[in-house]
């Protein structure tokens, strides 16, 4: 089963090392891994996404709760979170199909973000579901490049004490 | 007040009561070593290898109950040490490792013996520092005492650019240290002991399986205190030696592959296993499917991850093993609860005596059960601390010896490090200068690190080496000789190469031979009675095996060699059982 876990850890040097030296010396995959610092300068979160069952997810989050560095670990709760990736998609554009892709885009509230000759560079954000249905649609131009920033997600606010 | 960065990590090193530090100089280290020089206080031992300078560090720390501490140079003498850090993380023992790195300016150039030990250590170690910033050298070395010795001890490594022990800073020992992430749970939960304590007084095969986790945490008297108040046999696996003394009546011996048959027995029918400080190894457990079945399990640990990580547990208790234990004994005493196991300690005292550690003694071959034997009784009235390599060696002195004391006995049990007992019987003897000092070796082993013959004989270390010169690896060519045909692939090392007396010589130690079991004794009388260093090189006989054993992944009650004996349901006594179940 898919886990978006939220790691809370000190914005130190070598911390997203140990972390992902952590889940490969331990076997566990990581699907997407998103690091950023948050409100507070001096720590990071992490969304990490994983595939394990029960019993590996706990073992993994006891061994990050090991790392001295890792301050909270949080499996969200796929029901009660927010989660958001961004895409950019640069797609074939030759000048007659142009107004489709651009049609596509404003359907899933994307934006274009650069035009090329024969290209164009769409700017999607959404969840994991939307963008794959985005992906869906534009590859049948010809995506010819693509990046994506991995998932970054937060628990809702009614979960707040 | 201003001193050097290198001063500022000695002036922790006393501020922590630092009294010995193991290490091996070289260019950028030398600052450290500088200050060291005229250190009050501090003894610097110079091994002849930095991997030496990590198992005596290791061994010190597990004889004396302190942290040990090495420091050694960048590039390969860093490198070196990884073996040694990876043993002390694997068997939790605190150990702080001060390497020395290139200046901060050329760090990431491949500059001369840069290497990256900080990336190299992240899986070995507790946790590894490099510092950007010498003004931070106080902080770092006092988390880094506190990490290492606190929760589940382990190596710390903090790899200082030379540039840092130049640089000026205030040196201020830190009243507190701040480490949010690090909170190790020390209380046990107090309903989760109710329930163990509860399930303790109802069991009528209960078995307390012991580990590293009790010497860690100082546990013996508790151990024994609780283990005496309800009549609870002892396993100690190969970690917890020394945690329950091996003469007592209760003692039931250490678990696992080459374990006492009456005691994997005991763990196959045990009802309620309660297991403190082990981590379920797969050496003791064998087949993790057939492994205690039938009982429910308390699982005491300081680390939260050891707990379910190998078996499921019906009573999980995180926290240190000294203050649960206590909390159990208490709420015992609370309840008035009653000794029930007199039955259950016959079924096993049966089994003791029916599969005890065998083998055929002989008049003109030494046997080497027969030499570990001879250690015991002539060690028996004076404080001994005994030390092995790895091996057949090994495990012959888990099976013979009696350990009954805490912190006497170092070996290498997660790592299997062969190597280690030398250098470890240097630290060992630093630790407890009063005591006999023994390394029960292999002939494979002892090369892996005799260069440290010189160390003991410089300091003037009287530790004994004691060599089951068999002139082969061994438990490789046992597990050859069972598993491979017989193919002795890569295991036969000459018996008389090197000459282990003129080595011991050659060095400036004593070195003695004995090749019939006549000789045995006067030898090994002669090497204990010695005021330093002496090598006994025994010749003995060639292709013993360690029995009883159980192959690699199967079930602990079916066991190869030794008496003969079958899986535990057909050793059971009818009328004694009927006893326990009734």
């Known amino acids: 089963m898919r886990h978006t876990l939220s790691v809370v850890v000190e914005n130190k040097p070598g911390v997203l090392t140990r972390v992902a030296s952590l889940f490969a010396r331990r076997g566990f995959n990581i699907d997407s891994l998103a690091v950023g610092e948050t409100e507070d300068p001096t720590l990071s979160r992490m969304t990490i996404v994983v595939s394990a069952d029960e019993r590996a997810l706990e073992q993994v989050t006891k061994q990050l709760y090991k790392l001295i560095n890792v301050l909270k670990v949080q499996d969200l709760d796929p029901r009660e979170m927010i989660d958001r990736e961004l895409v950019l998609f640069k797609v074939n554009a030759p000048a007659d199909r142009r107004a489709e892709i651009i049609e596509i885009a404003n359907v899933f509230r994307a934006k274009i973000v650069d035009v090329g000759r024969a290209s164009l560079t769409v700017e999607a954000t959404g969840t994991s579901e939307k963008l794959a249905a985005m992906e869906n649609l534009l590859r049948a131009y010809g995506i010819k490049e693509l990046a994506r920033t991995g998932k970054i997600a937060l628990a809702r606010g009614s979960r707040d004490a | 007040m201003k001193s050097t960065g290198a001063q500022a990590i000695v002036k922790s090193l006393q501020a922590e009561g630092v009294e010995v530090v193991f290490g091996y100089p070289g260019g950028v280290v030398l600052p450290l070593f500088d200050a060291l020089y005229d250190a009050d206080g501090i003894r610097t031992i110079l091994t002849r290898h930095e991997q030496g300078a990590t198992h005596a560090a290791d061994a010190y720390a597990r004889v004396s109950g302190r942290v040990g501490v090495v420091a050694v140079t960048s590039g390969p003498g860093a490198a070196n040490t990884v073996t040694g850090i990876a043993n002390a993380y694997m068997d939790s023992v605190p150990l702080v490792v001060i390497t020395g790195q290139v200046a901060t300016h050329v760090l990431g150039t491949d500059a001369f013996q840069e290497t990256d030990i900080t990336g190299i250590t992240i899986p070995i170690t507790k946790h590894n520092y490099l510092v950007d910033d010498a003004a931070d050298i106080p902080e770092i070395m006092a988390e880094a005492f506190h990490i290492a010795s606190t929760g589940r001890p382990g190596p710390v490594l903090i790899d200082v650019p030379v540039d840092m022990f130049r640089a000026e800073i205030a040196y201020r020992f830190p009243e507190r240290i701040s480490l949010p992430g690090y909170k190790p749970t020390v209380k046990g939960h107090v309903k989760q002991i109710k329930e163990a304590a509860s399930l303790v007084s109802k069991a009528r095969k209960p078995l307390l399986y012991i580990g590293g986790g009790v010497l860690a945490s100082n546990a013996a008297k508790e151990l024994k205190e609780l283990a005496e108040l309800m009549q609870l046999p002892v396993v100690t696996t190969l970690m917890g030696k020394g945690a329950f003394p091996e003469d007592h009546h209760l003692y ?66 995180v926290g240190d093993a000294r203050s649960v234990i206590a909390g159990v004994i208490e709420r015992l005493r609370k309840m008035n609860a009653q000794p029930r196991t007199d039955a259950w300690m016959r079924v096993i005292d049966d089994w003791r005596a029916r599969f005890p550690f065998h083998y055929h003694a002989s008049e003109t071959s030494i046997m080497p059960e027969y030499v570990v034997e001879r250690v015991r009784e002539l060690t028996k009235d004076r404080p001994t601390i005994y030390c092995t390599e790895v091996g057949q060696n090994q495990m012959w002195a888990c099976q013979y010896l009696r350990i009954r004391e805490p912190r006497t006995w170092a070996s290498s049990g997660g790592l299997g490090t062969m190597g280690f007992g030398l250098p470890a019987a240097i630290g060992a003897q630093l630790a407890r200068p009063d005591h006999l000092v023994i390394d029960i070796a292999g002939d494979g082993s002892i090369q892996m690190n005799s260069q440290e013959l010189a160390t003991a004989v410089i300091n003037k270390l009287p530790v004994k080496v004691v060599i089951l010169n068999n002139g082969y690896l061994g438990m490789v060519r046992q597990w050859q000789e069972l598993f491979y045909d017989r193919r002795y692939s890569s295991s036969t090392l000459p018996q008389d190469c090197p000459d282990f007396v003129k080595l011991a010589e050659a060095y400036g130690a004593l070195g003695l031979r004995a090749t019939t079991p006549a000789e045995l004794d006067d030898a090994l009388l002669r090497a204990f009675e010695h005021d330093g260093p002496a090598v006994v090189d025994v010749r003995v006989e060639r292709e013993e095996n360690v029995f009883p054993m159980v192959a690699p992944g199967g079930s602990i009650d079916e066991m190869l060699g030794g008496i003969p004996g079958g899986p535990v349901s057909e050793m059971l006594d009818g009328e004694l059982l009927e006893e326990v179940w009734e």
């Open chain 2, 252 to 317: 039931t011996g250490m678990p696992g592959m080459h374990g006492g048959k009456f005691t994997n027995y005991a763990i196959t029918e045990t009802d309620l296993l309660f297991a403190i400080g082990v981590r379920f190894d797969d050496r003791v457990t064998g087949k993790l499917a057939t492994f205690a079945t039938k009982a429910k399990v308390v699982h005491v640990d300081i680390d939260p991850a050891e707990i379910g990580k190998n078996r499921g547990v019906d009573v999980p208790i």
